[in-house]
């Protein structure tokens, strides 16, 4: 790396400290946000868990501080239990976080050069541990501006009734304080009163780590969420927001999967007709069911399409794909295990994207002009698929309740990749392609915000 000046009179070197909650659709935006400060200047340190520890040779010129965390491997299976680990995580590391950013801070020229720490706003205990130690904390929220909105809202939306939704029949009711979510839309909407009360609490720590934070940073573009950027800064009066989306595209290119993406699938993409294929992938923590999966699987033979499959192992819990599926399809599908999404989605050949609607697929899928067929499974896909097909208008939601059914996947399948209404839908997913691509560029929203950021860590930096 380059020499620290400090002594020597030369400018000093600037360091940014990343602190990433491990789970893959944070740990990709919190490294791609990580390239972007680096190509700015910033020296990068990565403290890292050992859980879903990041590989530090695909980043030669980062640091990175192992904290041992405590916890058994292997993820959390249901909501719950995730909540759990996001609270475990910030207790285990607690203590030898601590330890490890003081020995960083003591060492020769350490305290001159550290800018900042930014961390996931589900890490408060870690931000409280920074700026005990002097050293401001930034909050990187993965998720859209708009959902924050429905963290804020929370308390209040209990208070109001809304939740938790004792009925069914509820679920369909417009929430009048947060249009366009109905009640089935919202986090916390449904499970055990435990699961909710974990996940308020989960909700309600998020937003104290953002409205102490010493600056909210978005993935998200203006164009995109222009009203809910706007309704989350005067919400946030005094924490600056900085709206420095869609990070994939703004940052450069190095990968932070978990998992070894499958490269062969962009020959296979290339060999077909444009607007062709239907990807299909449920992000990295989803699961379905062994019945799900075959309903889906058969919708999808059922409906002629080209697809192109990323089947993460471990997403039915070992349930494979039916009996019959790969000869019914033959010829016109690829399964891989894990793909390297946001090229196969800007890939010209992909037509269409089904999708759990993790707010990563789904800016992936808006940049990438593809229409997107969204399954919500948990937390924040559902407001994400309310968002697609009633705001973007750019996709369809495929009900949430209940198990899938194969002859509606094949109408879903059909709708969005071979009508006249999906062709519209492509239209304004193409057009959002087009919005993102200008807020990247030289002037745009996203570049002015990043230029923003920059200042604002070095006016941090004493
Ligand atoms: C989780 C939650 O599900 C999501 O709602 C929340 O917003 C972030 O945390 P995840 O399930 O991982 O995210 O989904 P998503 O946000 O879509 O992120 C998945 C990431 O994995 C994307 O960046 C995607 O490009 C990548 N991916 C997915 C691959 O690289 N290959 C694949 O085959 C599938």
Redesign the pocket.
Known sequence: GEANTATTGGPRRRRVLVFPIP????I?PMFQLAGLLHERGFAITVFHTHFNAPDPSRHPTYDFVPVPDGLPAGSPGTVAATVEHIFAINSSCEAPFRERLAALLEAPGGRDEVACLVADAHLLTLMDVARQRGVPALALR??SAA?FRNFMATPMLCDKGYLPASAESQLDAPVRELPPYRVRDLMAVTGSRHEHDLVCKLLARAVEAVRTSAGFILNTFDALEAADLAATRRDLAGVPVFDVGPL?KLSPASSS?L?Q?DRSCLDWLDAQAPASVLYI??????SMSGEDLAEAAWGVANSGQPFLW?L?PGLARGAALPDGFAAATEGRGLV?G?????EVLAHAGVGGFW????????L?GACGGVPMLCRP?????MG?ARYVEHVWRAGIALDCGGVLERGAVEAAVRRLMRSEEGDEMRGRAQELRSRAAEAIAEGGSSRHSVDKLVNHIMSLWK
């Open positions: 789970y893959q659709g944070h990709n993965t998720g959902c994939h999967s998992l993406q992938s449920f992000g990295s923590l989803a990323a993460r891989v894990w793909a390297p999404q946001e999708t759990h609607g993790g707010w990563n697929s789904a992936e499974c948990f937390g924040d896909q994400n």
